[in-house]
């Protein structure tokens, strides 16, 4: 019996595609560009195994339309792009990859964090630019870190990563997720339990931390920036659909919050035009697990999840 083909939607570290090719036929999209949702169609035809990416869309149609398919990976975490539950049905097993992103996501959001607060890319665009004429007593204020309250939104393993990151600031660190944790896990955490309302109130830095579901989707517009505090910075590493985005730009025109950090946009790689004009927002392009470390961490988990699904033995990550 041949091979049982694979197909990998966008090229993994290599560290993956090993041992993958060493028992199935792979195959990788050959562009150096993710697959408009026609070519995912067409191209992933006839593969038992799929590798997918965040932005491909494995829907219903797309599960119906590809009888032969018996596993999919998806090379995130955040898996809000398959139809789980259409998948099941059809006797597709389903994997994501939790874990092994969850250091380098957790240093990005502290990336942006610190980023926004102090200001990093406007003062380097300052010094390149030549404005750069000596020490100022006012010269590019931004916001003390050290000792302030954050509000983390979602405290599943990537926000609590982010909390143990704030002990060594000193923080005070609040918390709002869909399960709270027990007290002894809250007080091992050093963390305490707010309803969104209150840690907004209460946050100098707000993280976003949660997958997208029913409950986080638009989770942020008018109605939440105006709670939060003038010197607010927020930082978004989870989705782009959690923030209403041209609410999040109001708001920061308006200066009612002080900056953001974002990772994800709501329309991605679409971005509302009026966030690049803005001083106090630092932009990444969804890279927050993008480590030569985590991505290749990654890229070994699916292959695994795929040989194990294939055969019919237990998969790592099993999400159905
Ligand atoms: C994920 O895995 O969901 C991340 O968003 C990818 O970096």
């Not at 898996?79 to 996501?105: C, F, M, R, S």
């Not at 920036?225 to 930082?235: G, H, R, Y």
């Not at 994800?264 to 004009?277: H, Q, R």
Request: glycine content about 8%; aromatic content about 6%; some cysteine.
């Amino acid at each position: 019996m041949g091979k049982k083909r694979v197909f990998i939607t966008r090229e993994i570290p290599e560290s993956g595609l090993h041992s993958l090719r060493e028992e199935c036929d792979v195959k990788v999209n050959p562009h150096a560009r993710n697959l408009s949702q026609q070519e995912l169609m067409e191209m992933s035809k006839g593969a038992a195994g799929l590798i997918c990416l965040l932005s491909d869309k494995i829907d219903r149609e797309f599960i119906e339309s590809h009888p032969e398919l018996k596993v999919i990976a998806n090379y995130a975490v955040g898996y809000n792009n398959i139809d789980v539950q259409a998948a099941t049905e059809n006797n597709v097993k389903v994997a994501n990859g939790p874990g092994v992103l969850t250091e380098a996501t957790a240093d990005l959001t502290w990336s942006l964090l610190l980023a926004a607060a102090r200001r990093i890319v406007e003062s380097d665009n300052y010094v390149r630019q030549g404005k750069f004429s000596g020490w100022g007593p006012k010269l590019l204020r931004g916001h003390s870190v050290y000792g302030k309250t954050i509000g983390i939104i979602g405290f599943g393993h990537i926000g609590q990563a982010v909390g143990k990151r704030a002990r060594g600031f000193g923080m005070n660190i609040l918390y709002n997720k869909r399960n709270p944790l027990s007290a002894k896990q809250e007080s091992e955490l050093g963390a305490e339990f707010r309803e969104i309302p209150n840690l907004l109130q209460e946050a100098d830095f707000i993280t976003i931390n949660a997958p997208l579901n029913d409950g986080t989707y638009s989770l942020l517009g008018k109605a939440e920036f105006e709670l939060m505090k003038k010197t607010a910075v927020l930082v978004n590493t989870g989705r782009g659909k959690i923030i209403k985005e041209e609410e999040l730009v109001a708001a920061l025109q308006k200066k009612e919050i002080a900056a953001a950090g974002l990772d994800v946009y709501e329309n991605e790689p679409a971005i509302t035009p009026e966030l690049l004009k803005l001083d106090n927002v630092v932009l990444t392009p969804h890279t927050g697990s993008s480590t030569y470390q985590a991505r290749s961490e990654l890229a070994e988990l699916a292959a695994k999840n795929i040989l194990a699904g294939l055969k019919g033995e237990e998969m790592p990550s099993s999400l159905n």
